[in-house]
């Protein structure tokens, strides 16, 4: 039974019971019973509103986290993918190093290798930035995880204590 549902049903006890037993109680008494009772159902949707702010709160932030991991992931996909596209050319740089000494000695076009060779250095820096760059998006990334992922802590601790609390109930007519 819900709160605002047990409020009522104690409220009508309460009348039945006055009925029932043929006492009168004096209207400032009602007034004032009535008044409190919907003190406590101010506090009790009060209390209900937090709750379920909280709850939405919550849940913002698992996803705001999901999309992190989410991320993460593919920044480290990228990372490895521009991994590899360095070690390959390093590979290059070495080959063409290698075909660079071979024609220098049977004295062939050494300028055009040369420049194949700036190229593929060139590229392979770029590949070792692009791998840096990556790196350094990983760690900014994990780094707004743990933040995200305490938040998460704190709003669990603070849905937990809101479900927790009691909610206030009238105190019932007194009997005759």
């Known amino acids: 039974m819900t709160g605002k549902k047990l409020v009522a049903a104690?409220?009508?006890a309460a009348f039945l019971t006055i009925t029932l037993?043929?006492?009168f109680v004096?209207?400032?008494k009602f007034n004032a019973q009535t008044k409190e009772l919907k003190t406590a159902q101010d506090s009790l949707a009060?209390?209900?509103g937090e709750r379920n702010k909280a709850?939405?709160?919550l849940a913002a932030a698992k996803q705001s986290a999901a999309k992190l991991q989410t991320d993460l992931t593919a920044a480290k996909t990228a990372c490895k993918k521009a991994q590899g596209a360095c070690g390959l050319a390093e590979e290059k740089v070495k080959t063409l190093e290698t075909e660079n000494a071979s024609l220098k000695k049977q004295a062939g076009d050494a300028a055009k290798?040369?420049?194949d060779l700036t190229a593929s250095k060139a590229?392979?820096?770029k590949s070792g930035d692009a791998c840096k760059a990556a790196e350094t998006e990983i760690k900014s990334l994990k780094g707004e995880i743990v933040k995200l992922n305490k938040k998460i802590a704190d709003l669990q601790a603070e849905v937990k204590i809101l479900s927790e609390k009691p909610a206030k109930t009238p105190p019932e007519a007194p009997r005759n």
């Open 10 to 12: 104690c409220l009508a």
């Open 55 to 57: 709850a939405a709160d």
């Open 123 to 125: 590229a392979a820096k």
């Open 113 to 115: 290798l040369q420049r």
């Open 26 to 28: 004096s209207e400032s």
């Open 46 to 48: 009060k209390v209900e």
């Open 21 to 23: 037993s043929g006492c």
